[in-house]
């Protein structure tokens, strides 16, 4: 855990020393342009890699009753039997985190009044689905925010999205509230890791790292825009001039910018060869686009190589003779035995 805080912590103030000694061109104009390659090569590739992944297997998850006689009532949407069913599982799954939903916990309670010893229980477990689902949705809205660096004059849904997003405005300038709130989801789930031993014991150190990344992206942003505050203005032109392959000068931007553009990178350049690509992952992923249909349809494996296959018929049409002199009952006599 800590290496993990030590080498993100190392990453920053490498980026912002070298933001202030003037080499602000190499991590706000080379670096981005790396990252972004990096970042979409790494996705693409995977993404063929699993594509062209043969499935041994037909595996998908169930969680609940399959199709079977009529008057047994089948879970459609946990063990869904058509493709129809497959798609509004993978719907729940993506936009509702469905399956995490359902998760429960198992605990040791080390006395039981009922059986007077340790028992082992089973309780459902809400609070990582609710906070998964707010970091998950409001870092989708912090990402469509910053498009207003990209792009001029600003959408007009982009406009009203910030409009709602700081709909309760306090202070100057106006509090987003999908930035704290994305936050605190972040310190739950660092906490969670931290605090229940036994995640704690099967934590590894790519699981602390985009965490704690992350994590100081969005601290780094929170104190750009109430803090240590920046010149948005000079910010947009110099994204706009990255964006339309036309840089410009970096004088007269804050050194804070381009550790947090440093840590963006880092996140694009780490995010095709970690666990963060569950995002395009579950697309591909044989236990959700599978439907339950193993009993009424085959899977054919596609790692078998074609076979000559030898029916029974052709095994006692070749070998009649010797089982018959061995005593083995045959379907079909030998031609010297019927005369």
């Not at 993990?4 to 000694?21: D, E, P, Q, T």
């Not at 601290?219 to 001039?241: H, P, S, W």
């Not at 089982?323 to 009952?329: I, K, R, V, W, Y």
Request: aromatic residues 16%; positive net charge; hydrophobic residues 50%.
């Amino acid at each position: 855990m800590f290496n993990s805080l030590l080498l993100v912590l190392l990453i920053g103030a490498i980026a912002w020393a070298g933001a202030a000694v003037g080499l602000a061109g190499l991590f706000g104009v080379a670096l981005p342009y790396v990252a972004v390659v990096v970042f979409i090569a790494g996705v693409v590739w995977r993404m063929v890699y699993w594509a062209k992944s043969p499935v041994p297997f037909c595996i998908p998850t169930t969680g609940g009753q399959e199709q079977s006689l009529d008057f047994i009532k089948q879970a459609k949407l946990d063990c869904p039997s058509t493709t129809w069913g497959v798609v509004q599982r993978m719907f729940l799954e993506v936009f509702c985190f469905r399956s995490l939903f359902r998760n429960t916990v198992a605990d040791v309670r080390e006395f039981d009044p009922v059986s007077n010893g340790a028992r082992t229980i089973y309780y459902s477990s809400k609070w990582l689905w609710v906070f998964s689902l707010l970091f998950h949705y409001c870092f989708l809205l912090v990402f469509i925010r910053h498009f207003r660096f990209f792009m001029e004059p600003v959408p007009s849904c982009i406009r009203f999205l910030e409009t709602i997003d700081g709909i309760m405005q306090f202070g100057s300038p106006r509090f987003f509230w999908t930035g704290g709130l994305v936050l605190i989801a972040l310190l739950f789930l660092l906490g969670r890791r931290i605090f229940n031993q036994r995640l704690r014991y099967l934590s590894l150190a790519n699981d602390y790292f985009p965490l704690w990344l992350i994590i100081s992206i969005v601290g780094t942003g929170i104190c750009l825009r109430y803090f240590d505050k920046t010149e948005i203005a000079q910010v947009k032109i110099f994204v706009m001039g990255l964006t339309h392959f036309a840089p410009v000068a970096t004088t007269g931007i804050n050194a804070l910018f381009f550790t947090h553009l440093t840590l963006v990178c880092v996140l694009l350049i780490y995010f095709p060869f970690s666990k963060l690509m569950h995002m395009p992952g579950v697309f591909f992923s044989p236990t959700r686009n599978l439907a339950c249909n193993s009993r009424r349809v085959r899977h054919i494996n596609p790692w078998n190589p074609p076979k000559q296959y030898f029916t029974y018929a052709e095994y006692e049409d070749t070998y009649r003779d010797a089982m018959a002199d061995a005593g083995l009952p045959l379907e079909k006599q030998p031609e010297k035995a019927a005369e």
